[in-house]
């Protein structure tokens, strides 16, 4: 299993970005909570569509779960139509991690 997780900064102490497709990071995790890799969000900035191209990619990384602050109703239909799964959350990365694992 794969969990992506939307974040300010690059590493696990931080906090989830309340901004699904906007997100600065994407840190990707396996079930045992090890790193596997620290994506910099290519839609971060830029015009529309963000959270479409964000769920996207991804999926097409065999991601399983999404969690952010926000997903909006545009990202998360796109995440809908790929199965992949996803959850809001305000809460740091290692207490998502947590509550999901």
Avoid: C, W
């Avoid at 969000?41 to 830029?46: L, Q, S, V, W």
């Avoid at 991804?58 to 990202?75: F, Q, S, T």
């Amino acid at each position: 299993m794969k969990i992506a997780i939307a974040s300010v900064n690059k590493n696990e102490d931080s906090q989830i970005s309340s901004r699904g497709g906007r997100a600065p990071y994407y840190l990707i995790f396996n079930e045992k909570r090890e790193l596997l890799e620290t994506i910099s969000n290519p839609f971060g900035t830029g015009g529309g569509g963000a959270g479409v191209g964000v769920a996207k990619m991804l999926a097409d990384k065999n991601v399983n779960i999404v969690i952010a602050g926000v997903i909006g109703d545009k990202m998360a239909d796109a995440l809908s139509e790929r199965n992949v799964k996803f959850h809001e959350s305000q809460q740091n990365i290692t207490e998502a991690l947590d509550s999901l694992l």
